[in-house]
């Protein structure tokens, strides 16, 4: 995990300054998630990168744990919030898989373009699972190269071990929709805009 953080934190400048691939798309997936959302809620976000996303859904909710492995890109992310006097996102260096909150704590989470980045999807979504009060929603956005890149697999551990690459699992829509619903999830919306390889889920508890 050391060597993935390390990989983030190299990055993060430059990542911050990059445009969103689709603004488009992006904005749709905000709507969506709001649409879910009410004032009084709690929302963590694990991966939240250099905080765009938590920012721009801060005036919807009531909080945001926004927590990422990067302590960079936490950084540029509380210099955002700073920036546009935003005090209801708390950012915190965190690993999701050593973050704390009481069980069934959590209104909704959020894991956009962070559960291909991990080689333990199936045990952070369980995780998730619990974190979240019934009836909560759990939204993502996940590359899934294994539907028209399945050769990845073969390309991902080289990248990753000569420093070009995070963590990258390749699955199918299909395998990951099987990960999210085993875990006892139901699909809410699912939406996979024509030629991209992200897939945006909103999971029911």
Known sequence: MTTTAHFWDRIA??????????????QTKLRI??????PEMQVLEFGCGTGSTAIAHAAYVNHIQ????SAKMIEIAQGKADAQNIDNV?????????????????D???????????????????????????????????VCLGNRMPFFKLIAPVGKFLGLLPILTVF???QL???????????????HPEKSHAVFIVAKK
């Not at 400048?13 to 992006?26: A, G, I, L």
């Not at 989470?109 to 999807?121: A, E, F, T, Y």
């Open 108 to 142: 909704a989470v959020l894991g956009m373009s962070i559960l291909h980045l991990l080689d333990n999807k199936e045990d952070v979504i369980a995780k998730v699972y619990r974190l979240l009060k019934p009836g909560g929603v759990f939204v993502s956005s996940t």
């Open 172 to 174: 199918t829509t299909r």
């Open 33 to 38: 998630t709001r649409e879910y959302f009410r």
């Open 177 to 191: 929709v099987e990960s999210i619903t085993s875990a006892g999830f139901s699909i809410d919306y699912q939406r």
């Open 90 to 106: 708390t950012f915190e260096h965190a690993n999701i898989d050593v973050f704390s909150l009481p069980d069934e704590s959590t």
């Open 66 to 69: 926004a927590v990422d492995i």
């Open 13 to 26: 400048v430059k990542y911050s300054k990059q445009p969103v691939p689709d603004e488009q798309v992006y």
